[in-house]
């Protein structure tokens, strides 16, 4: 193992998509998943439903909780699981390329993001709007050091070191619903 692994091993970021990985590995876990998108479960219901015994479904729970990619909530001796919804969604984003780009103090976000992607910028109803970043079209939302910003990308100033997380919105269903229509 060369020294940059051993120091690839001790970043936190790098933990967590270990952790991450790790826990989607096993069919098991993703059934789990799949189970839990239902709602929450007491975890004897869920080992139930998945046939399996519930240390076992437990040793799961606890590799899924670590990967922070489920809640516990503990009444007494009862575990309720759910889903953590958030973080299964930001999972993805360690797979979001990563650029370093240096700028002046009072730089905006689009003058930022322009020197490291190709951006295409449209005045939409009097505002500037990207509408494709590195050729892909499509809604994009950004996250400055974990936050939601309200501002505008040509809006909103760097005065200090940080995170830009820029987000494609994708279509990603949140419900199904299957329509029972009854016979008359």
Known sequence: MSRDDNNESE???????????????SETRLRMLEKLTEGEMHISELAREL??????A????NILE???LIQRKVYGKTH???LNDR????ALD???????????KGTTLLEALKKVAVVEVRNIRGQENIVSTNGEEGFFVYEVDGEFSDKTVSNFTFDENAT??????EPVSVLKIKVKVREE
């Open 94 to 104: 360690i797979f979001a390329p990563a650029k370093t780009v240096e700028v002046e």
């Open 164 to 169: 830009v997380m820029w987000k494609k919105l």
């Open 11 to 25: 970043d936190p970021e790098h933990l967590d998509r270990l952790k991450l990985f790790s826990a989607l590995g």
């Open 58 to 61: 437990a040793k799961h729970a």
């Open 66 to 68: 670590a990967a922070d």
């Open 80 to 82: 309720v699981l759910q």
């Open 87 to 90: 973080n299964l969604f930001k």
């Open 51 to 56: 046939d399996i015994s519930v240390p076992v």
